[in-house]
């Protein structure tokens, strides 16, 4: 793992990945400790297996050089994948600006503002006018790119946008440019140029790169992109004349022409930037051209930008400021130099000393640092919950400390009432018994003079002179629901009708059969009557008598709708005619009297008298 301080700095370009361990030197420069590098196939029909091609190259480039897991890195992407762009602002006050950025970049920026991630930042100018760099990528792209570098196993400390690292790393290393320079970045599927004059600077990507020579030459020989690719790095050079390709073999020259061919476009795309950077920008020509890139490794490539340029021509070497440790390859150093002009920007980066800090946040990056930014806020909540709780559970054992001390308190207490529980509870059970034996006295006194007390109920209420009541019957067995039907049902009286003539020693009870209701058979068939004996009630009085004199019939029904009205027994739920059994409506000839039977229902049925016999 990175020693502390360390910066881990990874370049994802379009076919070459490269990492890179920096650490600060103790005169405030930089030292390069470790350094590998590897490539993937640039193929544009291959895209979809590009991000996988990315971490693994990603993975094995951590294990080659001890780098840690969820070692947290700065890495720059390519400059085809973002978009940028040079605004100038009018002179307003710094507090505004920021709002006035968000608002060019709404302007400005070609996909909705709100699905990319974009940052900025204020640029020297040599007018009174302010001008910003905005840079912004699509956000689904960086979250991808993104999640390979975590599932690398590493994490994401900022990215860069590659142009940015570059200039970054021609500041710092060529301090004591004062004429415009151009750095020409040839990467394997865009070309970057980046302008620097003073302390201003330009950027624009062309879309010519290496991949495009490697295109040229399968088209041109019918071949695959990977043999095509395999002889531009073999045997690959670029044609500068026609003196110059006399002198080589015909397959050399044929290769190095169509190389010539395929890079042709690509002076006149510098021209017009250099046109566009002068007229729209205020900038000057450049007088010095650097060469940078995996491109730029092509045999007289620097001859043919010269002869078409007309400018001095020499590589790029970003690490002409840099220290190289004990542990790098010096040969690999040496013959790759030009290529590390991004893991140098980034290696700036922490150390303080790049001029430009874009920082392109991810989403994933973007919530951690939330979550440091709330860090102080939530460890002091924390805190204070901490405390609190500490509050609480003092004051919890001083309250648990007073209820034990009340417990042995109230124990004491509950030993001396203890003494008399036991004679308080004896008492109440005799209260119990004692209760039972009264309410078992009561209702016999009760059931003693009930009967009398109904007959004098009903005498009250039939008194008249044209009607007398001769037999009191009390029966079991009255439906009040048939009665409500015209039918009153087979009901049975409590009095044997032999009563007058039973010996001594019988009962004048009579014998009651209750039926018992049905229980299902078990198997199924017909029921079979439950064993268990339903205890009869008396639940109306049958009474006989006789009315005289004309409509003395009349007499009998006033006399029910009085009992019924004002009685303390029997029920009113049933209309007078309802409650007759019999009622002739006229003498028979010569008779003195006419005789009546009534079914007159109780309020509240009664056990019949224990002595009543019961049969299933």
Not at 113 to 138: H, T
Not at 401 to 414: F, H, P, R, S
Not at 443 to 464: E, G, K, P, T
Request: net charge negative; proline share 5%; with cysteine.
């Amino acid at each position: 793992m990175a020693e502390a301080q360390a910066t881990v700095a990874l370049n994802i370009g379009s076919q070459r990945i490269s990492m890179g361990v920096f650490e600060p030197s103790k005169n405030g420069g930089l030292i390069l400790k470790k350094y590998d590098s590897a490539s993937i196939l640039a193929d544009p029909a291959a895209e979809m297996a590009r991000l996988p091609q990315i971490r693994v190259a990603v993975s094995e480039l951590a294990e080659k050089l001890r780098i840690g897991k969820s070692t947290k890195l700065r890495y720059s992407i390519s400059g085809q994948s973002v978009f940028t762009r040079f605004i100038k602002l009018p002179p307003i006050e710094d507090d505004n600006i920021e709002q006035l950025v968000a608002f060019e970049a709404q302007q400005h920026v070609p996909f909705p503002i709100d699905e990319v991630i974009w940052d900025w930042q204020l640029l020297e100018s040599g007018s009174g006018e302010k001008e910003v760099a905005l840079v912004a990528i699509k956000g689904d792209a960086l979250n991808d790119i993104n999640d390979v570098v975590l599932d690398a196993g590493m994490g994401t400390a900022e990215v860069d946008a590659s142009p940015m690292a570059l200039y970054n790393a021609l500041r710092y290393n060529y301090p004591e440019l004062e004429e415009t320079t151009l750095l020409i970045d040839i990467g394997a599927k865009t070309c970057n140029l980046i302008y620097l004059e003073g302390n201003r600077m330009f950027t624009r990507s062309v879309a010519v790169g290496g991949a495009s020579i490697t295109t040229a030459i399968a088209k041109e020989y019918g071949v695959n992109f990977s043999e095509a690719e395999s002889q531009k790095c073999s045997n690959g050079m670029v044609a500068l004349n026609s003196a110059h390709t006399s002198q080589m073999d015909e397959p050399t020259a044929a290769l190095a022409t169509v190389i010539r061919n395929a890079l042709g476009k690509l002076p006149a795309e510098i021209a017009r930037t250099t046109n566009y950077f002068r007229s729209q920008h205020g900038g000057k020509a450049p007088k010095r051209i650097l060469l940078a890139g995996g491109g730029a490794n092509l045999l007289h490539i620097a001859e043919f930008f010269q002869e078409k340029l007309r400018l001095p021509v020499e590589f790029f070497n970003p690490l002409k400021r840099v220290s190289v440790g004990k542990g790098v390859d010096v040969d690999q150093i040496a013959a790759e130099a030009h290529l590390l002009g991004e893991l140098v920007g980034l290696g700036l980066r922490g150390i303080g000393k790049a001029s430009l800090e874009i920082d392109l946040v991810p989403d994933v990056v973007s919530r951690e640092r939330d979550v440091e930014r709330r860090k102080p806020f939530l460890v002091a909540a924390s805190i204070v919950l901490l405390l609190g709780l500490a509050v609480w559970a003092w004051s919890n054992v001083s309250r648990k400390t007073q209820a034990e001390d009340a417990v042995v308190d109230m124990q004491g207490k509950v030993d001396e009432r203890q003494l008399y529980a036991k004679p308080l509870k004896e008492l109440a059970k005799q209260e119990t018994g004692l209760d039972v034996m009264s309410k078992q006295l009561v209702n016999a006194q009760s059931a003693r003079v009930f009967w009398v007390d109904v007959w004098d109920d009903l005498a009250h209420h039939f008194a008249s002179d044209v009607v007398w009541l001769v037999d009191y019957d009390p029966v079991v067995g009255f439906k009040l629901e048939l009665v409500a039907e015209g039918d009153p049902g087979p009901v049975q009286s409590v009095i044997a009708s032999n009563f007058n003539g039973v010996e001594y020693g019988d009962s004048a009870l009579s014998l009651i059969r209750v039926e018992a209701p049905p229980v299902p058979s078990r198997r199924g068939g017909s029921n079979r009557a439950a064993p268990a004996a339903v205890k009869p009630t008396i639940n109306a009085i049958r009474v006989k008598g006789f009315w005289r004199t004309a409509n003395g019939y009349r007499e009998v029904t006033k006399l029910i709708d009085r009992l019924r009205s004002g009685s303390n027994y029997f029920d009113d739920v049933l209309p007078a005619e309802k409650m007759i059994v019999s009622l002739p409506r006229a003498l028979d000839e010569g008779a003195y009297a006419a005789p009546f039977e009534l079914i007159l229902p109780l309020k509240k049925a009664i056990p019949a008298p224990e002595g009543t016999k019961r049969s299933r």
